[in-house]
């Protein structure tokens, strides 16, 4: 309970899915959390309920990580709230799978400001917020960055970018004490996946398949490692994506 102590972590993107499972980890490790959320209000208000009525701290915030002014206002209402943070999880992300020849401007500028830009700027942001003593941020990458599915060409890329975000802004926050890491996880039955028809479908029937543990991962498998990076436990790993795919 002790190992995110006194510690103030933002979450992007925590209404569901994986963010909501860091959220709650993140909670039951000790630290306040910001439920960052675009546009699922209820959702964000079940997750932040949940850690709430376990005993932990939370509070939902609303903000679009690709608008600057949303972002601007998120870690202002965090740091009025709870003060100095300690940890961000860059976590908002989307994905639409789709062979080349359907990929449109829109569908580019739509990932890119999201899965890319959101990274920058929620990360630029939080540097007038970190406490003097550094911290740790975590972007979730995913396998799909090595893996490079066909018909994937859109969503792979903006995760070569978040890991190469990763390794630049390591360097470059290290002598402020701030850790920049990754994670990169495999399929996740989560209810993104769910709605994308990923879950019951061929791509994961052949993800499982090359998958050594032979399954899909949950948000459960994902969330303790984002508590490792985020704690003391990860002090000399910077610039690192740490996969978490069961192999794939």
Same mark, same amino acid.
């Given at each position: ?19 909501? +499972?860091?959220? *709650?980890?993140? !909670?039951? &490790? $000790?630290? %306040?959390? #910001? ?8 959702? @964000? ?79 630029? +942001?939080?540097? *007038?917020?970190? !406490?003097? &003593? $550094?911290? %740790?941020? #975590? ?8 893996? @490079? ?100």
């Amino acid at each position: 309970m002790d190992k995110l102590s006194n510690k103030v972590a933002v979450v992007t993107g925590a209404s569901k899915g994986i963010g909501a +499972e860091i959220a *709650r980890e993140l !909670a039951a &490790a $000790g630290a %306040s959390v #910001v439920v960052n959320y675009a546009s699922s209000r209820s959702d @964000a208000d079940k997750v932040t309920a949940e850690i709430t009525d376990a005993g932990g701290k939370a509070v939902a915030i609303q903000g679009d990580v690709a608008k600057m002014a949303d972002v601007q206002r998120l870690f202002s209402e965090t740091e009025r709230i709870f003060g100095p943070i300690d940890i961000l999880m860059n976590n908002a992300g989307i994905y639409q799978f789709g062979a080349i020849e359907t990929v449109s401007e829109e569908d580019f500028h739509r990932h890119f400001n999201t899965n890319v830009l959101g990274v920058l700027l929620a990360t630029r +942001e939080a540097l *007038r917020h970190f !406490a003097s &003593a $550094g911290g %740790s941020i #975590v972007n979730i990458s995913s396998v799909v960055s090595r893996f @490079a599915p066909p018909e994937n060409a859109l969503y792979v890329a903006t995760k070569c970018a978040v890991e190469g975000i990763t390794r630049s802004l390591a360097k470059e926050l290290g002598p402020r004490n701030i850790r920049v890491n990754a994670i990169g996880p495999g399929v996740v039955e989560t209810e993104g996946t769910h709605a994308a028809g990923i879950i019951g479908g061929e791509f994961e029937r052949q993800a499982v398949q090359h998958t050594p543990l032979g399954r899909a991962g949950r948000p459960n498998d994902i969330a303790p490692v984002a508590v490792f990076l985020a704690s003391d436990d990860a002090r000399w790993v910077t610039g690192e994506t740490l996969f978490a795919s069961g192999g794939l």
